[in-house]
């Protein structure tokens, strides 16, 4: 085994672990192959029933949305005239 180095441990960035993939591709069969009898449970259950398995399964089945943040804060030092023109049109004419 080799030695350690820093910032080169575990999975790269981004990268989708392979048995999360496996269960969801194993999910997905199963609800594909079974949506008649699923469908028949689902009609047979109270509404919050039926919402609390949708909302237990649907992260097996989409992808889950990445949280995004915006900043409000604008550096102008580091625009370029042309950006700068293009900012102040907008603002004027907006």
Known sequence: M???EKGNAGRPKGAKNKI???M???IQRLFDD???TIQQDLDNLEAKDRLKFLSDLLPYLLPKLQ????STEINLDSMSEEDLDLLINH???E
């Open 67 to 70: 949280s995004t943040t915006h």
């Open 91 to 93: 603002i004027v004419n």
């Open 20 to 22: 999360n993939g496996q």
């Open 24 to 26: 969801r591709d194993l």
């Open 2 to 4: 080799g030695k350690f």
């Open 34 to 36: 079974n949506f008649d």
